[in-house]
């Protein structure tokens, strides 16, 4: 057996048998606190047993750009489009949309049963008002470049521009007009991001923290926010206010917030949750199970490298590093949930105009190769006038799956570098805006499609991106992006996405560990929870029958 996977194994057995007790509170059913409790679970009601992991980052739907963020906030607000049940953009908020010949200007007729949770009618200002949030440069919105689509959104978001300039505007009460730059397909797509949720503007102007407790959320989705105990406990309940809340079969959705997947799964087999991850360590056992569901999702597990912090200044040490790096082998005893390794950054599930494959027509860009990667670091170091490697410490966000990774990835550098790396665990809460600030050496990271379309992760790295946290750049890269989104002939697009992709795995900022999917324990009681490859949990269309 490899030294790295013996010294792997010792560390996760160890980890099992130290995992963290769940809080008793967290994800316990009303039923179980007795009948006087006021959130009591009555025979005819429907309640859903999540758990979220962590606390959300932001329920802002400008700032709260991450997973633990959306799956939460895309059940309590939505968009113009909506993502339906086979993954595809369609009309919401908004009950009709036109399009001008030329592609370019997007008439949007809001409903007029749209409300706010609160009974406001939702306006096409509440659109422009969230818009504008989300691009004012004070905001600092993660996914701002989302927006540079529409015209004049880039110029004002990076402080050349003005609101003014922007051409997005309410016709009137109920009708939102967006130009954008450039034709744009996935435009439909795009805006079922929560980042281009609206925002209440009567009520975010008499309280700017709104979004912070239950008692001031004000939502527009098919669940309200009822409660929300920080970093134990949320629950939703159906949002009677809602324009489909005919469609809405659960009473309530109750989100524990347990950050360990062996307490999940314990809080599942004990029926507290009606969805679990499957702990890589049980995997093997529970693969197999009728009740666990395997689906595609397009996103990324990665590791950033800081290229400002030695000794990753240098390029071919940071290839050195990625090409120490064994994917198969982690997919196959760490991860263990059947995702496929990654040797690119842009996942499986774009096809370009021939019909074929993004992934397949790239092809592996970045493979395991120990004497490879031990030849790339001697010339490195030659290159720096290092005797020694400067001290590297990779960090990692808490969780189980991110310490299991990041013990591999540290004994796989010792046996194909003989480098010894050490390890650093932060709160999520703290690592998100530190790996921000660079003050990483060399961190995790992941990365989910915003929508279905290979620029949309390749960009990420241009210069200057809020996502780009490499400290990375180049000029020809960030030409083929540029010319990419200016190019309306789709094979022409394609290529230069391909080249663009070709160029950021050549100088490594970044180095992939998997392609995501998204495999879930669920109560064969549960129905309807829509997974989006591209998107976010869905539970608009869910049941539960009695059990």
Known sequence: MKKWLLFLLTAVFALVLSACTANNDAGE??????????????????VLYLNNGTEPTSFDPSVGFDAVSWNALNNLMEGLTRLGEDHQPEEATAEKIEVSEDGLTYTFHIREDAKWSNGDAVTAKDFVYGWTRMLDPNTASPAAFLGYFIEGAEAFNTGEGKIEEVAMKALDEKTFEVKLTAPTDAFLNIITNPSFFPINEKVATENAQWFTESESFVGNGPFQL???????????????????????????VEWAM????????????????????????????????????????????????????????????????????????????????GEKPAHGFVSYGFQGPDGSEFRDTVGNLVEFNAEEAKKLLEEGMKEEGYDKLPTVTLTYSTSDTHQNIAVALQAQFKEALGVDVELANVEGSVFSSEQKELKYQLSRSSFLHDYADPVNA????????????????????DKLIADAKKETDAEARWQLLMNAEKVLMKEMPIFPIHFYNQVALQKPSVSGIVRHPVGYLDLKWVDKKAE
């Open 29 to 46: 059913k009303p039923a179980d606190k007795g009948g006087d409790d006021k959130e009591t679970e009555t025979a005819e009601e429907k």
């Open 258 to 337: 347990v950050n360990d997947s062996n307490t999940e799964y314990q809080m599942y087999q004990a029926n507290e949750l009606d969805v679990s991850d499957v702990p890589s360590e049980l995997a093997a056992d529970l693969m197999d199970s009728e009740e666990v569901s395997i689906q595609d999702q397009a996103g990324t597990y990665f590791y950033r490298f800081n290229t400002t912090m030695e000794p990753f200044t240098n390029e071919k040490i940071r290839k050195a590093f990625a090409t120490a790096v064994n994917q198969e082998e982690i997919v196959e005893f760490v991860t263990k949930n």
């Open 458 to 477: 390749i960009e990420s790295f241009v210069t200057g991106s809020s996502m780009n946290r490499t400290g990375w750049s180049n000029a020809e890269f």
């Open 226 to 252: 009822a409660s929300w105990e920080h970093d134990v406990k949320m629950v939703f309940e159906k949002n009677p206010e809602y324009w489909d809340a005919k469609t809405v079969k659960l009473d309530k």
